[in-house]
Structures are given as structure tokens and as C-alpha cells.
């Protein structure tokens, strides 16, 4: 199964209790409605045993077409505004897409 893996950090004015409550009222519902969408999951990274943490967040949305979710969810005015507001509310990013091996 396709996988995106979204790896990023807050902007500085954003905390993470801001960020929750954005991500359970707004951002994951609206993940989880795409079409393309199987399940939307997003982890806190707390520790790392190398003591460095260059990314805080881990976004894992596992698709049911990787195509759809290229050609058509994330080609509406709404994705567009969505990332919009992401882009505001992070300070570094990094998209990735993978196929599930295991």
C-alpha cells in the first residue's frame, strides 16, 4: 500500500497544544475525508535515543491510490488552502512517498 510520510516541525508561534487541537477539529478529519485517503496518522516525536530530534512530527497517510490522491484530492482549491494554512503553521517540512514493504 502507498504510504505518504510528512515529516515537519511547528513554527515558532505555534505550540503543541494549538497544534492538537488544529489537527483534531480541522486537519485529521479533513485528511481522513479524501477519497484517496485509507487512514491518516500523526505521531509526536518525545525522545530519540541519539538525543537529536530533527523532526517533532511524523504524518504517515496511508492511500488507497496514490495516483487519486495526486491527480485529483490534492489538485482542489480546498487542498490548496489547506496547505496554505500549513504552511503557516510549520517551519520546515519534507514530503515523502513510499510503497509499504512489510
Known amino acids: 500500500m502507498a504510504k505518504e510520510i510528512i515529516l515537519y516541525n ?9 497544534f492538537k487541537e ?12 479524501l477519497p484517496s485517503v485509507e487512514k491518516y496518522e500523526l505521531v509526536r516525536i518525545d525522545e530519540s535515543r541519539s538525543g537529536t530530534i530533527p ?11 496514490l495516483e487519486d490522491f495526486k491527480t485529483k484530492d490534492t489538485q482542489t482549491e480546498e487542498y490548496r488552502a489547506f496547505s496554505a494554512k500549513m504552511a503557516g503553521i510549520t517551519s520546515e517540512i ?7 514493504i512489510h
Open 22 to 33: 488544529y489537527v483534531d477539529t480541522e486537519k485529521g478529519p479533513y485528511i481522513d475525508s
Open 10 to 18: 511547528l513554527a515558532p508561534h505555534v505550540t503543541d497544544e494549538e
Open 55 to 65: 523532526f517533532r512530527y511524523v504524518g504517515i497517510v496511508t492511500l488507497r491510490s
Open 94 to 100: 519534507h514530503v515523502t512517498f513510499g510503497e509499504e
